[in-house]
């Protein structure tokens, strides 16, 4: 399993992923989810995986490998022009990896399975943020609707409903990824420690957050020990129900 | 889709059901999944229901009209003498809808999907919460995890997993099951008003409550008003990440 999610705000983008790999739940690993391909000054894109591990190394690596584009042309991910055009290369990548293994998989019971999210900034264009599926199309977020989720989404989504919109802080935003992805961690084995996590700043195209956050992670623990201290403070302000006979 | 939860705590037992039900996003009904078996001193039992509501309305309706027992007597969930023999019960309840319904349901493409929570407590045997699977099968809540969930569990577990432990009293308890409820109405459109609460303390063998909840209740809105507000002063309360170059 996974838990990753990436917040497309006003002042720029953040993502969060988890790091835990299971085949069963007598095989777990740890992998990074959430990789960052940066060239200062240049495009900064941001790569988050769930699902089949096998697929998504392999879609990974073709777009770091490169694919032919609509011209023939080979592109990865360091060449390919614009975010829109990314998002359809990495869907082409996810179709690649398809073609391939979808038929093996499936003989073996297993479906093919993964998802994407796509994030980033080339030159002057927009910072965008895609969420690609495992058939290879995609979805952007919106003002409206200003992050998306991957993996174990539903423990860690009441929170960032409740308190992210489009006009959060850059800092608050990563603040309640990482309260989003502690809700997850507790409730699902099968996300766990260590974190990736990224800023991106609107048009600086360099990260100004890059981080492992581990167990001893001393601010990652704070947000544990308030959240869980200020959720109980939060149940006792409410008055207990009138109901009742 | 449904959201119900179980909690069986030190003092008692409390329940919470949501009530809607849908069949597509483009038909939505109102049905009641918490249903109280009440024989005032005799024998308290609550049963929630999730799933295929024709396959939940045939199994509760075996439970009222009868089964035969082990011994090939008629049962009906008022005979039935103790609560683990209810669980069984119950068990042959959906296995009889099962038989009836299932290969129909698959030729249909759909499963045979339901699941229960079915606990109370009969004269002075033990109150009890089980929870039954579609296959007739079924666990109990114990000391250790005081709640079971059907349905759509996951957005309101953090609640939970975070603030209930055996001891929590009752009134508290159902202010937390309130606002599990209120979290999962909110990222869940297929779970919706109005709910049903009820609270059985131990060896009272009477529910103290057994209550409606709609849209107007003044006490509900005060509990998702609060929660929203102590949350977001919650994460306003802890300090933004130290991470950054």
């Avoid at 023939?72 to 359809?88: H, K, N």
């Amino acid at each position: 399993m996974t838990y990753c999610v990436g917040l497309l705000l006003h002042k720029g983008l953040v993502m969060v992923g988890d790091t835990r790999t299971n085949a069963g739940v007598d095989n777990i690993a740890t992998f990074r989810k959430l990789q960052i391909f940066e060239v200062p000054g240049e495009r900064v894109i941001a790569i988050a995986t769930a699902g089949n591990l096998a697929v998504t190394q392999a879609v990974v690596n073709h777009m770091l490998e490169g694919l032919p584009g609509t011209d023939g042309e080979i592109q990865t991910l360091y060449t390919v022009p614009s975010m829109f055009e990314m998002a359809q290369f990495a869907g082409r990548a996810v179709r690649t990896v398809r073609e391939r293994d979808a038929e093996a998989l499936a003989q073996d019971g297993n479906g093919f399975d993964c998802a994407l999210l796509v994030a980033g900034q080339i030159g002057e264009r927009r910072l965008r943020l895609f969420m690609v599926y495992r058939a290879g199309n995609f979805l952007e977020s919106t003002e409206d609707t200003p992050f998306l989720q991957i993996g174990e989404h539903k423990y860690g989504k009441p929170i960032i409903d409740r308190s992210v919109t489009f006009h959060t802080p850059l800092e608050e935003a990563l603040k309640i990824a990482l309260i989003s992805m502690d809700s997850t961690i507790r409730s699902n084995l099968a996300v766990g420690m260590p974190l990736d996590a990224m800023v991106l700043p609107r048009d600086a195209l360099a990260c100004t957050v890059n981080v492992r956050i581990t167990e001893s992670d001393p601010y990652f623990g704070h947000v544990r020990d308030s959240w869980s201290n200020a959720l109980r403070e939060a149940h006792l302000s409410i008055p207990n129900p009138p109901y009742g006979y």
